[in-house]
């Protein structure tokens, strides 16, 4: 007879659980899916590198029909009780949309009920009472409010292409929800998914389901830029082949299924120009619209205007930021939103970027500047006496020397990182744009030298800069590398290699700063895009403190005047949050002659430019019926000394100094020295408990760097902690290592052994305990030279031998007597 608690996890998978599902019906090739990775592993930013954190994996999926998933299934080995795994599979049920939850070690299934039709939400099953496909379908249907009338729309498959392209977890959560809403006969229907998560190809699926179930025969999709009209007919919407087509030259042919319109190509000012009304309102049975924060929820918007006339059609809004104010409701017109998928979750699955935050203070923005009695501009013009402010600057009053300010802290954080990286500088105007342009060019006459398109203004006015934008975005054009601008960059460009944006105007919308952090949201891993930097010099970043932003910062960073404007060490957890709010609210201000959120403007349908001209405004004092704008050259712009300021894990700034911080973190889990020296001296991997911590806020980097600038050495992360949280004496490495060699440690083994340990130690002393407990390190220089791993292992008498000699090498190093 097997003894079943001698069976691993996945023994017990392979000869209790999948017999089980089989003999219930699921078919094992089309319905079951083991160890399902469906999280790419949050990028985790360690100093100029990164590393992927781990994939969220459920060890059962089971669906109805592909894409269609119904139940999750964890599994434990049989040492576990039956419900072990239940809290983890919960969580991955609730990630994943399905309503069936189990758990299981072999011996039966713990069934969880999430939609609450069960007498009891939990109960114990034996193996041969797992559900059956139809049964689970049949609840899951009850539970969904979906009749038996629509049952065959939901039902209706993914359109595969045969790429082998597959909806990512929160794409395939999103397209369900919204085909069965639009079954269950809903007519106005929300998605709110980050920029850079897939909206297009989301919408693609609703639309081929709902279009070849023959719900919704005649389809418009709008959108609000020429170029994502051409992507989506080029790429996502191909396999609607002959039956789609794109609005263009303001013409209707009336004989295809699905049309691709931007909002400007079928509506305009002038009622005659609203050529949409060529169609009857009855003609299109499902409107998409695209990025629908853009004014169809505005009231008197021309955009709405189509919606109205097509108002008996299903109307199905996509948005990375929904607008909520006075004016403008997206919830009030589409309702809630069925599925949200925030920046923050994207962050933190690995599908989206995460980034940095460099803060960094003028003193004239700080403390104001005030002009002297009778003081003039380089102009002549008497500058009005009063104290004037960031929410000025820019606007009301230019100070030259603080865009030259700006500008060489730009250039400090390329030239210290990497100059080629793709860096768009948001000014408050078309003037600011190009003010910033000349000083970037003057601070940097070689690179412009190499290449005149090294800084561009990209800016709605002029057509040279603006034509340059396709090759700003095309991640196989190096130039331009620099772009300066105003707000024709804010929306819509798919800037995949961005890796810096700057900062340097005022952002009074939420919706637009959304909109503008996602202009580096996207990974892209064949260019090694895998987070970004904002380097903020006008407070704009204490919006991510609004409850209505939901994307964390890796680090945010405020250096001293004597300090690069890129950390020594940037290297931050991923765990850091966003700020909190200080005292000053300037970034909430609205300042002079700014509007809180640009009209809406129609533009020429067959413009890829048009949505954008309109947007970039020159701002106050451009033209000569402006407001005055004073200009002073003679004024010196410094950076004040601030401190770099933490975040905890719950997104609150920390107030405390991270010292502190660090204490009252590790005391929550070891609450004394006796605890952690227990915890460390039974661990089989010291790597582990520091990951741990690492998870839980500990700032490594910050503090190896602290007690090691006290030390003149690199100290052991087990030295931080005994110090910094216990008030323990540190030690450097290359001490521990000392230590270790006056024991006359080595004596106990024969040549070859002691090599190798030495050689162990060196690797400590270099780069601390990770590469020890690894066996790779056998194959690295200088080990590799003793020999081959497996003539190094045998020097020890085996495997166990040498990995028992390890573990004392590190019983050796943290011998507290020692």
């Known amino acids: 007879m097997v003894d079943k608690k001698s069976l691993s996890e996945r023994d017990i998978c392979t000869k209790y659980i999948t017999p089980a599902l ?9 319905q079951i899916r083991e160890e399902v990775s469906f999280t790419a592993g949050r990028v985790i930013v360690r100093g100029r590198l990164h590393a992927r954190g781990k994939k969220k994996r459920a ?12 139940a999750v299934i964890e599994a434990k080995d049989n040492k576990h009780t039956l419900g072990d795994g239940m809290q983890q599979a919960l969580a991955y049920g609730e990630a994943l949309d399905v309503p069936f939850v189990f758990a299981s070690n072999g011996d039966g299934f713990l069934f969880h009920d999430r939609t609450g039709l069960s007498a009891k939400t939990e109960t114990q099953l034996t193996l041969h009472q797992f559900p059956t496909p139809d049964e689970l379908w049949d609840r ?11 049952r065959p729309v939901v039902e209706q498959p993914f359109c595969d292409d045969g790429s082998g392209r597959i909806p990512r977890y929160y794409q395939r959560v999103a397209i369900n929800r919204a085909v069965e809403a639009v079954a269950k006969g809903q007519d106005r229907i929300l998605l709110v998914m980050a920029t850079g998560t897939g909206k297009t190809f989301t919408a693609f699926q609703i ?15 709008l959108v609000d830029r020429n170029v994502l009209a051409d992507q989506a007919r080029n790429n996502d919407f191909r396999p609607f082949g002959q039956a789609m087509t794109k609005v263009t ?3 209707i042919d009336k004989s295809y299924e699905i049309y691709i319109a931007l909002y400007q190509a079928v509506s305009g000012n002038e009622e005659e120009k609203d050529i949409y009304r060529e169609f009857s309102p009855d003609f299109f049975d499902l409107v998409v619209i695209d990025e629908c924060h853009r004014g169809s929820a505005a009231e008197e918007s021309s955009w709405r205007r189509i919606l109205d006339y097509f108002s008996n059609a299903t109307h199905l809004g996509l948005t990375a930021t929904p607008k909520e104010t006075k004016e403008v409701s997206n919830i009030d017109y589409f309702g809630k939103p069925i599925y949200t998928y925030s920046l923050k979750q994207g962050i933190q699955d690995g599908f989206l970027a995460p980034y940095k935050v460099i803060r960094v203070d003028l003193d004239k923005d700080v403390q104001g500047w005030r002009p002297y009695q009778g003081q003039t501009d380089k102009h002549g013009q008497l500058i009005e006496d009063r104290i004037y402010n960031q929410k000025d600057f820019d606007r009301k009053l230019v100070l030259d020397q603080r865009t030259v300010a700006v500008a060489a802290r730009i250039t400090d954080f390329l030239e210290r990182s990497d100059p080629f990286q793709k860096t768009i500088v948001f000014c408050e105007d078309i003037d600011h744009a190009e003010r910033m342009r000349e000083s970037l060019v003057n601070l940097n006459p070689k690179r412009v030298s190499e290449n005149r398109k090294y800084v561009m203004r990209i800016t709605g006015d002029e057509a040279e800069g603006k034509a340059e934008l396709d090759n700003f975005i095309n991640p196989e054009e190096r130039y331009p590398v620099i772009a300066t601008t105003s707000k024709l960059m804010t929306t819509g460009v798919d800037a995949q290699t961005c890796k810096l944006i700057v900062l340097d105007r005022r952002i009074n919308s939420m919706t637009e700063f959304k909109q503008i952090i996602g202009r580096g949201s996207r990974i892209n891993e064949d ?10 010099f006008k407070k704009a970043t ?16 405020e250096p001293k005047p004597d300090e690069p404007v890129s950390p020594d060490d940037p290297a931050a957890d991923e765990t850091m949050d966003p700020p909190g709010v200080g005292d000053e609210r300037g970034a909430y201000d609205s300042g002079p002659g700014v509007p809180e959120d640009e009209p809406d403007t129609p533009w020429d349908a067959d413009d890829a430019w048009g949505p954008w001209s309109d947007l970039d405004t020159g701002g106050p004092g451009e033209g000569e019926s402006g407001p005055k704008r004073y200009v002073v050259d003679d004024v010196e712009v410094e950076i004040l000394a601030e401190r770099v300021q933490y975040l905890d894990a719950n997104g609150d700034l920390i107030t405390e100094s991270l010292k502190d911080y660090t204490r009252k973190r590790v005391k929550e889990q070891y609450a004394s020295l006796d605890e952690f020296l227990k915890r460390w001296d039974r661990a089989d991997r010291k790597q582990a408990i520091i990951e741990e911590l690492a998870e839980q806020g500990v700032f490594w980097d910050d503090l190896i760097q602290e007690v090691g600038n006290a030390l003149g050495e690199e100290p052991d992360p087990f030295d931080v902690i005994c110090h910094i949280v216990y008030d323990q004496p540190p030690l450097s490495r290359k001490e521990r290592a000392a230590n270790v060699r006056k024991q006359n440690y080595f004596s106990q083994y024969g040549e070859t052994a002691r090599q190798v340990l030495d050689a162990l130690l060196e690797k400590y002393t270099d780069a601390g305990i990770e590469p020890i407990e690894d066996p790779k390190v056998l194959n690295l220089d200088p080990l590799s030279r003793l020999g081959s791993p497996m003539e190094l292992i045998k020097a020890f008498g085996g495997k166990k031998g040498y990995e028992q000699a390890v573990r004392e090498l590190e019983d050796a190093l943290y011998d507290q007597e020692a």
Do not use: M
């Open 22 to 30: 089989e003999k219930a019906g699921w078919d094992i090739q089309t």
């Open 59 to 70: 060890d059962y999926l089971l669906s109805y029909r592909k894409n269609q998933p119904l």
């Open 140 to 150: 899951y249907c009850l539970w969904k409010g979906i009749p038996g009338s629509a």
């Open 207 to 221: 639309i081929w389901r709902l279009w070849k179930a023959k719900q919704k025969r005649r389809i418009l999709f």
């Open 249 to 251: 030259n303001r013409t």
């Open 527 to 536: 260019y090694n895009k895998h987070w970004f930097t904002i380097l903020d």
């Open 542 to 557: 204490e919006l991510f403190a609004d409850p209505n932003f939901d994307g964390e910062p890796v680090q945010v960073y």
